[in-house]
Each structure stands twice: as C-alpha cells, then as structure tokens.
C-alpha cells in the first residue's frame, strides 16, 4: 500500500514557480508602420524575426497595427514578446526601423541622442528632415547602403532580387487573358516561339529579371551602352543571355518586337528615347525600375529576407557593445550613415541641399 502511494505522489506533476525576467533590456527598438498616404507596404520584421531580437535582451515596441501590409495581425508579435504600443511610444525607442524615411514632425517625436534605419527615399533630400535629423541629435542610416563584411550592399540586393524577380510575375499576369492582355504566355511550346523580353540596363535588379525570365521560357536581350558590363551581365547569367550594345538601329529593331521591356540604369547616363513610343506593341508591358517596385507586391517576402539580415545586424550590435561601438569599427555600416549624432555625414544630401557635411572618419576618429 504504502510502495503504491509512494509511486502514485512521484507521477503527479510538479509545479514550479515562473521566475520573471526584470533585467534592463540591453535596448529599445521601435517599428513603425508605413504612411497612410502612401503606396508603401513593405516592412522590415517579421514576428519570427522579432522574437529573436526579444530572446537576445533587445525589448521591441511595436505601432499597433504596423504589420498589417504583410498579413500578420498584433497578436503574432505578441506571442514572440513584442510590445504592441501607439505610433509615439515606439518613436521614444533607442533605435526606430522604418522602412521609408521619417517625416519631420515624426523625428521630433524620436529621444534625443536615438538612432534611426531605414531605407534610401526621396523624404532624405528633405531639408526639414535633415534638419529635423540634427537638430535631435539622431544617427540616422540606409540599411540598403550599409555594406557586408564581404563588401556586399546586402539589404539593397535582397530588395533588387525580389524587384527584378517580380517584375517578370508582373508582365506574366498583364500578358494572360485574366490581366487584360491577350492570353499569351512567356515560354513557347512547342511550334510556338516565346515572347521577347527587352531588358536595358545593368545592375542586381537587371540580373534577376533577366534570370527570371530565361526561367520562364522567355528570349531575353539585355542592351547596355558598356560592352565590359554586358561581359559581366553575361558571367553572372549564362550564355542563353542575348546581350547587345545599345545603337540606335538595333535598338528601334529590338524595341518594335518585344512583349515585355524593362528598363534600368544604365553604367552610362540613357534615357528611352521617346521618339521609339510609335515602334511600341500595343500589347506591350513596359516597366521602369526607377518608378516601380514590384517588390511591393510581395511585402512579406521582403519582410522575411529583411528581417534575416536584420537580426545579424543587431546580435553585432550587442556584441561590440552598442550601436556606436559597430560603427565606429565597422566601414561598412559607416557607409550607410547620414547622420552621426547629429551631424550630417552624407556629401551627397549635403551638397544636394547646399548643408555642410563632415567626414564620418574624422567624427570617429576625434572621439577614439
């Protein structure tokens, strides 16, 4: 009996108290949400990618409702410890992710001394947002000019990828009867010839339009008016890349019988010539880079790819001993500084908006 009692108490489940965490946070990151106003929906965290940030000491607070464009409600950062909090208490953060630059009436709701990351936008040419910038004494950064340590602008080539990659989703759906065109598919079959896509241009976001398209079945020209940045276009996507050197003759031939055209920067300053409209297809898809993102179409993607190398980003944060120390040991995170504690560091915004600028290097060196 007493054999049988003593084995019955060893099964029951033992309850042990829960020890609460109230260590200080190592610090505060804010994500914020994109502007109403605006077509943006891309976002820089996941939920998944933010509970790895909570697990590493970083506390994050989150704007209500800020993951709505890539389908994930509140309660899924929640179960990874994000703080769901209002628009002004995650601008109060140490550090604020957004993924378009700030308004100048936002960044004065920032802590003076914070740190703000974002990506390249046209609010940066802004002189009341660098203003705004310095006058709160922010270190501001463009994640999609911050560089590896391999020296690889890592967050501009995930973009560019999924840009490039979508923008061949793009000019399926718009050729196929559902799209409004008339029901033709990139790839041939057999007896058929596949459409022809047109790519000017060079670059990551090029390249993966071009390889998007050979991966589709399509015939693929990439023009460019430099012959060594063809040879590289040629290296990075194969032989069954068509590459041409940009004249005006073959260009007007190109032109009048491609499906899908694509344009790009070029290495040297092009612009479509607006004298070729009339050669056009009717049926054409014609898609600039510099005023399309397709990318937006696919925010979660983004925000998944992002938040992979945001997570690294900051597990170095912490390991150098703060957002100041990787800076000032890291070049290629210097690289995509704007502002360093107030001062602006960019010679491009700075001469852009006739404001003066200093060298990052010289900051950091008077401060070591």
């Keep these: 009996m007493s054999e049988k009692t003593t084995s019955d108490i060893e099964l029951q489940t033992q309850l042990k108290p829960v020890e609460l965490d109230n260590t200080e946070p190592v610090l505060t990151l804010g994500l914020v949400g994109n502007y109403a106003n605006t077509d943006e929906t891309r976002f820089l965290m ?7 940030l909570t697990s590493g000491g970083i506390k994050v607070l989150m704007e209500k409702g800020a993951a709505t464009d ?57 002189v009341n ?35 490039g990659r979508g923008s061949i989703i793009y000019a399926q759906e718009y050729l196929s009867y559902l799209g409004g ?13 596949p459409c022809e896509v047109l790519i000017i241009g060079d670059g990551n976001v090029v390249y993966s339009a071009a390889k998007a398209a050979m991966a589709a079945g399509a015939y693929v020209t990439l023009m460019n008016n430099d012959i060594s940045a063809l040879q590289a276009a040629k290296r990075v996507c194969g032989d069954n890349l068509n ?27 092009f612009e479509f010539p607006k004298n070729l409209s009339p050669a056009l297809k009717d049926s054409v898809y014609l898609l600039n880079f510099q005023e399309t993102h ?9 925000a998944m ?64």
Excluded: W
């Design 46 to 52: 996941t939920p998944e990618g933010s509970g790895l």
């Design 129 to 163: 947002v660098i203003k705004a910038l310095m006058d709160k004494d922010i270190t501001c950064g463009c994640l999609d000019n911050v560089l590896s340590h391999n020296d690889e602008p890592v967050f501009a080539n995930i973009i560019d990828d999924i840009d």
């Design 70 to 126: 890539i389908s994930f409600p509140d309660s899924s950062y929640r179960e990874y410890g994000v703080n769901i909090v209002t628009r002004s208490e995650a601008l109060k953060a140490d550090v604020v992710l957004s993924y378009r630059p700030l308004h100048a009436h936002d960044i004065h709701k920032m802590r003076k001394g914070a740190a703000l990351f974002t990506m390249t936008g046209p609010g940066l040419f802004d």
């Design 305 to 368: 790819a992002l938040s992979n190398v945001i997570v690294n980003f900051f597990d170095e944060v912490i390991m150098k001993g703060g957002l100041n120390h990787m800076i000032g040991t890291t070049p290629g995170v210097q690289e995509g500084i704007i502002t360093f504690r107030g001062k602006l560091v960019d010679k491009l915004i700075g001469s852009f908006l006739n404001l003066p600028s200093v060298d990052i290097k010289v900051m950091l060196a008077a401060t070591n």
């Design 181 to 193: 065109g008339k029901g033709v598919l990139l790839a041939g079959v057999a007896g058929i010839n």
């Design 243 to 269: 590459t041409i050197a940009i004249h005006p003759r073959v260009l007007y031939n190109r032109v009048k019988s491609a499906d899908v055209i694509l344009i790009g920067e070029c290495t040297r300053p």
């Design 294 to 302: 397709p990318s937006i179409s696919v925010p979660r993607t983004v």
